[in-house]
């Protein structure tokens, strides 16, 4: 049962550009979202998170946009970094029955100097 | 200020054996939430620790439990071990005042099976 989905399993993007990476989710109790990134033999840290009530949340280069209708959210990276190069994953979070957090499979990004 | 702190950083086992690995929580957070990532795929929910007891399960058998003590800090036991239980396990703290917020994360256990 994915609650989560990341269909996009990597991403290439020149340096400078904008990166977009997606996330669809199923559950209409999620209402946090949060974006973590992960670099080889560490664990996950934390980058932007977004509540439902609102559609789009900025932190530097990072920008979240949320569509609830939709139940697609979106991670807008610019200028992309060589530096930005690691996996990122979209996660969700609310009262399902408990606060679990849910991650998709995330997505690997590539940043070409 | 320490973060997640997990031991040990790698582990192998041998089939049928079991496992107890350790986590530390960042200071000032009390809740402690298990996740096994396997090759390829994302951080998948084991349990959380709130208060010494287990607050929520994922879809993990009995196989997998848990335990959390006084000072915050939480074991994951995994008994009868199989092949397929070989990944990064992944502890994450956080504070249950804010049911919103991030968890911070250790930089996980990799188990292999053998």
């Known amino acids: 049962d994915q609650q989560v989905k990341q269909n996009s399993p990597s991403l290439s993007v020149q340096e400078g550009r904008i990166s977009i990476l997606n996330c669809d989710y199923t559950n209409s109790m999620f209402d946090y979202f949060l974006w973590y990134k992960k670099y080889p033999a560490e664990g996950p840290t934390f980058l932007i998170s977004i509540s439902s009530i609102k559609d789009k949340n900025e932190d530097g280069r990072f920008t979240v946009f949320l569509n609830k209708s939709a139940k697609h959210l979106s991670l807008h990276i610019v200028p992309s970094q060589p530096g930005d190069s690691a996996v990122y994953f979209c996660a969700a979070t609310g009262n399902t029955g408990g606060f679990k957090t849910i991650f998709g499979a995330g997505t690997r990004l590539f940043v070409k100097a | 200020d320490a973060g997640v702190t997990q031991s040990p950083t790698h582990l192998i086992k041998t089939r049928g054996q079991q496992v107890t690995l350790r986590c530390s929580p960042k200071?000032?957070?009390?809740?402690v939430s298990w996740y096994q990532q396997a090759l390829g795929q994302g951080p998948q929910f084991i349990f959380q620790y709130y208060e010494e007891e287990e607050r929520q399960r994922g879809n993990f058998p009995d196989r997998f439990s848990g335990h959390q003590f006084p000072n915050y800090s939480s074991e994951l036991n995994v008994n009868a071990l199989l092949l397929g239980d070989s990944a990064l396990y992944l502890c994450a703290s956080s504070s249950p005042t804010e049911m919103n917020t991030e968890a911070f994360f250790g930089q996980g256990t990799r188990l292999t099976v053998v």
């Open positions: 200071s000032g957070h009390d809740t």
